[in-house]
């Protein structure tokens, strides 16, 4: 009997042996890394997340690249909102007729908010019906079979504002757009890659027009010396055009923006009781708005604001809001425009 142990014990030890040198390899090595890796992503955001393309600001580290996520609503209208290193991403079904709830944490509409970047929004490219303004990137898919918008959001930090990084976190969010649309039945028409995504220039530009600022009249009284623009791609769900001057504090004197899809939803559900983009169109002393109907999905906003260093003339508002909103409508192929009287 004791010969039988002694050969168990010796048959047993080199098959410890190899299991703890298993164990250690899966531990210890790039591809058990990797492996790891893979493994919770799986069920991590309920695994809607790309190896590679998350991997890319990661570095297949899940502790603290993969820090944490959760998840709320329904089929109709579900999010999660995920962890990525150093960005949140997150994954939404919007209803086209969506009402934010501000008393449930997390509400996907309220996490649209932008303007924390120094520069303005541009297009993604690539057939995608998206923008960055290099920490905010955007992505949205427009569902042929249901009433929604599938949305991925991420949301970076100056570190990541540069053309390499946000080009990395923008094939991150459109390949999760891929992967959430096929999970949760939105069938939606695709981009095909992403191109590169130069910054744009940070100094003013003076002279004419080329992108959403072109055909915006300027006042009267020769304020107005430069303007930053977004290019007039008409894929970008934001468009941004400011007027400014240099003649005192080289300040912006107006700022026309145009939304759409789920971004202008955001603007119409804001927690402000006071915000007139609850209505179609209006103005008021220091604002002016428009709306249009673009597709199947919400209606877009258009609209001009002044800020304390603009001194507009009695109707400037309305007539540089009529321009900026007939010219983006067009460039997205939206009607029914309606103007403030």
């Keep these: 009997m004791r010969t039988m142990r002694r050969i168990a014990l010796y048959a047993a030890l080199p098959l ?44 297949y580290s899940i502790d603290p690249g993969l820090p944490g996520d959760s998840t709320g609503g329904t089929d109709h209208d579900r999010w999660n909102v995920c962890g990525v290193a150093d960005t949140r991403l997150m994954v939404a079904l919007i209803p086209y007729d969506a009402i ?48 929604a918008s599938l949305v991925v959001s991420v949301s970076a930090d100056e570190s990541h504002e540069n053309a390499r990084e946000t080009r990395q976190i923008a094939r991150l969010a459109t390949v999760t757009a891929e992967r959430a649309a096929e999970r949760w039945s939105c069938k939606a028409p695709h981009g095909a890659g992403v191109p590169p995504i130069p910054l744009p220039s940070e100094f003013p530009a003076r002279g004419n027009s080329s992108g959403t600022c072109a055909g915006v009249p300027v006042p009267g009284d020769d304020s107005v010396d430069w303007h930053r623009e977004t290019t007039a791609a008409g894929t970008a769900l934001l468009e941004i055009c400011a007027l400014g001057e240099t003649k005192a504090r ?80 067009q460039r997205h192929g939206c009607t029914d425009l309606k103007l403030p009287s």
Excluded at 127 to 139: E, K, V
Aim: hydrophobic content about 35%.
């Design 16 to 59: 410890v042996l190899l299991l703890a040198a298993g164990y250690g390899w899966y531990r210890m090595s790039d591809t058990g890394r990797q492996w790891r890796y893979e493994d919770r992503l799986a069920t991590y955001c309920e695994g809607l997340l790309p190896v590679a393309e998350s991997a890319a600001l990661t570095s």
């Design 100 to 147: 934010r709830n501000p008393h449930v944490s997390g509400a996907p509409l309220s996490r649209l908010r932008v303007g924390s970047s120094g520069h303005l929004p541009v297009a993604i490219g690539g057939g995608w019906q998206g923008h960055t303004d290099f920490r905010d990137t955007g992505i949205v898919l427009d569902c042929t079979n249901r009433p």
């Design 250 to 329: 080289n300040e912006e004197l107006y700022w026309f923006e145009a939304s759409f899809g789920p971004y202008a939803q955001s603007l119409r559900t804001s927690d402000d009781e006071t915000s007139g983009y609850h209505d179609d169109a209006g103005a008021d002393r220091h604002s002016a708005w428009a709306s249009a109907e673009c597709g199947t999905g919400p209606r877009a906003l258009f609209a001009v604001n002044d800020t304390e260093y603009a001194a507009p003339t009695r109707g400037y508002l309305r007539t540089a809001l009529r321009a900026f909103a007939e010219r983006a409508a």
